[in-house]
């Protein structure tokens, strides 16, 4: 049986080579590591991109909204349009419930500079809570367009404002009851702040790395945390990665729920956090871009040859970087849902 998150890359792979894009005007199709599509519209780069919310009930749209916003800004596209399939559970939606989640989704549109131009909407027993699936569509200019699969061996591995900022602002509220008593009332509001400062938008930043020329490929690591962040983006480029677990910045509230909840922060839901592979010729002037504009960053590895395949440094060990086929985030809800049945039972 397949687990919660994800399909497994293996089995992902597959499923593609079986699957063949023959349509000439398409840049850029679907492929492990390939988070939104291109295609050239009469010279112009339409980049099309489709992600769903299913984790986070509370703040839902600023999710969706933003989760999908960065991974066109990893393209060199900027997010234009949006259109919203919104499933509300039966026997438990009013209309004052959708018309906030509507609101929500409104304001974060317009944070965003995004247009929202269509979807769908339908209560249905088929949810237990509201599901939101956004497509978004943009515009890249071709010579700021980043392709999948640019990256080269040798080339370092920069890390933008620390790992697990969506993770961890999530747990602080979906599961606030358990994290209270564990970690206290202030570092829980410190964790569920997050959302919002530094928050979850990627979008400048990429903007200003990928204007200045300092990078060759970024991405918006999300389920599966920074691990499997580095294994999608190395894979797309046909690399290995070495990567050191002391150089990745990990927040006090981070370390904290993950302490409380035997999680690894390195497989928690990693929006907020913006991974690009910079050539080692390159390094001062991110540095300088990323000084210039006060993002925090931190150099925590390379790209190696594929052959070398995946290593995390940990202290004196090099281990093999770990594979999360299940978000620690959603496996962490999974079993405080599961304690809940049993303890009402």
Not at 40 to 51: E, F, H, S, Y
Not at 304 to 317: K, V
Not at 320 to 336: G, N, Q
Request: hydrophobic share 45%.
């Amino acid at each position: 049986m397949l687990g919660l998150g994800k399909l497994p890359v293996d089995l992902l792979s597959d499923l593609l080579r079986t699957h063949a894009v023959t349509d000439p005007s398409v840049v850029v199709g679907p492929g492990v590591g390939r988070d939104a599509a291109i295609v050239d519209i009469g010279g112009q780069m339409l980049v099309v991109k489709t992600d769903p919310i299913t984790f986070a009930t509370s703040s839902a749209p600023h999710y969706l909204v933003n989760i999908n916003a960065n991974d066109l800004a990893c393209l060199g596209a900027q997010p234009r349009w949006m259109l919203v399939t919104a499933l509300f559970p039966a026997g438990e939606t009013t209309a004052a419930d959708v018309a906030r989640l509507f609101a929500e989704l409104r304001s974060a549109c317009a944070e965003r500079g995004i247009s929202l131009v269509g979807g769908h909407t339908e209560v249905t027993d088929a949810v237990v809570r509201p599901v939101f699936v956004g497509q978004l569509l943009g515009i890249a200019e071709p010579e700021r367009m980043l392709k999948p699969g640019g990256a080269r061996p040798g080339e370092r591995l920069l890390l933008t404002r620390g790992v697990a900022i969506e993770g961890t602002a999530l747990l602080a509220t979906e599961a606030a009851g358990t994290l209270r008593y564990a970690i206290g009332a202030g570092s829980l509001a410190a964790a569920a702040a997050l959302l919002h400062d530094p928050g979850l938008s990627v979008v400048r930043d990429a903007e200003r790395l990928n204007r200045n020329g300092v990078v060759t490929a970024l991405h918006d690591p999300t389920e599966g945390g920074i691990a499997m962040g580095v294994r999608e983006m190395a894979e797309a480029s046909g690399c290995g990665a070495v990567v050191s677990r002391a150089a990745i910045i990990v927040r006090e509230e981070t370390q904290a729920i993950a302490r409380a909840l035997d999680l690894d922060p390195l497989g928690m839901l990693a929006s907020g956090s913006l991974l690009a592979a910079v050539p080692a010729d390159r390094m001062a002037e991110a540095e300088t871009v990323c000084a210039e504009h006060q993002i925090p960053f931190a150099w925590i590895g390379k790209l190696t040859p594929a052959q070398h395949g995946f290593t995390l440094r940990d202290g004196e060990r090099d281990l093999a970087l770990p594979v999360f086929t299940t978000d620690e985030v959603a496996r962490a809800l999974s079993l405080l849902g599961q304690t809940e049945r049993e303890s009402s039972a």
